[in-house]
Each structure stands twice: as structure tokens, then as C-alpha cells.
């Protein structure tokens, strides 16, 4: 089993010693976010590797051998954003980028670069966020990352809920081709010169036309070199979306174990957020000490044990 921590909030960042005292627990619970009163128990046992997505990995990383060393040396993989927006856009992650920085070499010097993939995600365009602009903007990351990394993913704003709401703040505009030829040839370029690999994944733009390599954020192949295990004695299976989505996603399927509403970076083009008044009063109701992110158990939760 992956374990994805997490797409849904950045636990890293603002609920590590509650991932810390989860691991110490042997088990973690997450809620359906479809059906709370559904909860699915994950017991670390059954844990093959761990992804930890982040924008801002400072806070876990107290907390990361400690966890390694009650895990037996589960591989940890690390999903780390670095976008080059502002205070506009990433009110609080904004502040904070030369610490990440920082943070994504020492890691790859700690777990290998190999387990460190960049994401330069969302890609979005406006007057003040032009192609130009993100040209620029990739090529300065580039010179800060090269010796941290071996892949870069990046993606494309989604009109998801918050940000629809959020657009007059974003004056989102629309991606055409000759944008997605200069993103597609500039980006390739400048990562191949450096021998990283460099790709879309879930996206219905195919930029492989442009230099793009294929990929996927964690792939079958990835997970099978990693563990070191032949493939019939995985059982991966692929990540799976709604029908009425337009786009392939290469990526293996991982338990999420974040809630929605939780994040406290109030980006404005996030897709977990979609409500930021509730991310307050979620806040709230989280305990280092219970079992899931945010809240408790009820007497009327129904506890399954997701099995590996």
C-alpha cells in the first residue's frame, strides 16, 4: 500500500506531530469524504512506501527520523512544490521560499534525489503571471534544484470551485497553443540540460510533442526499481478519476489519508480548499492525539480496515 500524505492538506506542514503520533500508534484513520460516518483504518504495517506532498516541508522534518525509525526503513518519497507566485496568490507559502529551498537539498542529500520530485504546479497565466514571466521564473528554479532532483511534474490551473471563486483575485486567463510550444520546448530544454526528466501527469494538454518526457508523479516503474519487488507481487493498480474526465493518469493508486478543508495556505487556485471558512473551524477540531485529521470518531462512524 502507498500512502499518500497528502493531497487533500499539507500535513507536513501544519499537522506534523499528528502524523508522528499516528505512526507511533500503528494505525491511522481517514474519513470518505464522500460519506464521513465511513472510515477507513490504515495500520503502517501494511505500508510499502509513504509520499509526503508539501509546499513547505520545514515542520516535518523534527519529526522524519523519528518516524523512519519506527517504520524499518519504509521508503519515503517527497512531493515538493516550489512555484514562483506572491503574496497574491500564496498568501502564506509566498514568505517562505528560500527556506524550501533550502529544505529540497537537503533532503535530496538526506534520501537520495532520486526520491525528490519538483513540482512546478499550478502553472497559471495572467497580466502579472505571463509566459514570459514563468520562462524566467523556470529558469531560476532550475539553477536552485539541479543537483536535488531527477524529475519535475508540472500541471495546469483547473477551474475547480475555489478557483472559480477565487478569480478575481487570479484574472485567470486562457492557455493557447504558441503557450503551451514555448512552456513545452523551454521547460524541456532546461531540465534535459541538466539530465532531469520533466512531465505532465493527469493533464489534457500533451506537451510530449514539445520535449516533455512521459511519466506519471509515482509510476508502477518507479515504485517497482524503489521496492525492489517483482510486479505480481505488488498488485498495483492504476489511480482511477470520474468518467467525464478528459485525461490519462499513469500514476499507481495511493490512500489519501488529508481531509478536505484543512490547509491552512489558503492558496487561491487550490482544488482542496474550496471553502475557507471551514478550513477555520477544521482547524479547530483538530487533536494531535485522535486518530483522524480532523475530528473524532463518532458512535456512529463504520470502521473497515483498508487492506494492503
Not at 499516528?22 to 481517514?30: A, I, Q
Not at 474526465?245 to 474550496?274: E, H, P, R, W
Request: glycine share 2%; charged share 30%; hydrophobic share 35%.
Amino acid at each position: 500500500m502507498i500512502l499518500f500524505v497528502s493531497g487533500r492538506s499539507d500535513i507536513a506542514t501544519y499537522y506534523p506531530k499528528w502524523f508522528y503520533n499516528r505512526v507511533k500508534e500503528g494505525f491511522v484513520d481517514t474519513r470518505n469524504p464522500f460519506n464521513p460516518k465511513l472510515i477507513s483504518r490504515i495500520y503502517f504495517k501494511n505500508i510499502d512506501m509513504i509520499v509526503f506532498c508539501s509546499k513547505n516541508i520545514r515542520p516535518l522534518l523534527p519529526y522524519l527520523e523519528k518516524i523512519k525509525s519506527l517504520l524499518d526503513d519504509i521508503p519515503f518519497v517527497f512531493h515538493l512544490t516550489l512555484t514562483p507566485y506572491n503574496e497574491d496568490i500564496e498568501p502564506i507559502i509566498a514568505k517562505n521560499k528560500k527556506m524550501i529551498i533550502e529544505d529540497i537539498n537537503y533532503l535530496a542529500k538526506k534520501y537520495g534525489k532520486e526520491n525528490i520530485f519538483i513540482r512546478y504546479d499550478p502553472i497559471l497565466k495572467n497580466k502579472r503571471y505571463t509566459i514570459s514571466f514563468h520562462l524566467k521564473a523556470f529558469n531560476k528554479l532550475i539553477q536552485l534544484i539541479k543537483d536535488a532532483t531527477e524529475n519535475i511534474v508540472i500541471s495546469f490551473v483547473d477551474y475547480y470551485k475555489n478557483t472559480l471563486k477565487n478569480n478575481k483575485f487570479l484574472n485567470l486567463e486562457e492557455f493557447d497553443e504558441s503557450d503551451y510550444k514555448l512552456i513545452g520546448e523551454s521547460f524541456s530544454y532546461l531540465s534535459h540540460l541538466y539530465n532531469i526528466k520533466i512531465f505532465t501527469c493527469g493533464e489534457k494538454e500533451d506537451l510530449t510533442k514539445y520535449g516533455f518526457d512521459k511519466g506519471a508523479c509515482i509510476s508502477k516503474e518507479f515504485i517497482i526499481n524503489t521496492l525492489k519487488k517483482d510486479e505480481k507481487d505488488l498488485k498495483l493498480k492504476k489511480q482511477t478519476f470520474r468518467k467525464d474526465n478528459k485525461f490519462t493518469c499513469n500514476c499507481v493508486q495511493m490512500v489519501d489519508i488529508g481531509a478536505y478543508n484543512s490547509c491552512l495556505s489558503m492558496c487561491k487556485y487550490c482544488y482542496a480548499n474550496y471553502n475557507e471558512d471551514d478550513v477555520l473551524i477544521n482547524y479547530k477540531h483538530h487533536d494531535d492525539d485522535s486518530s483522524l485529521l480532523i475530528g473524532k470518531i463518532e458512535k456512529e462512524s463504520i470502521i473497515k480496515e483498508r487492506k494492503s
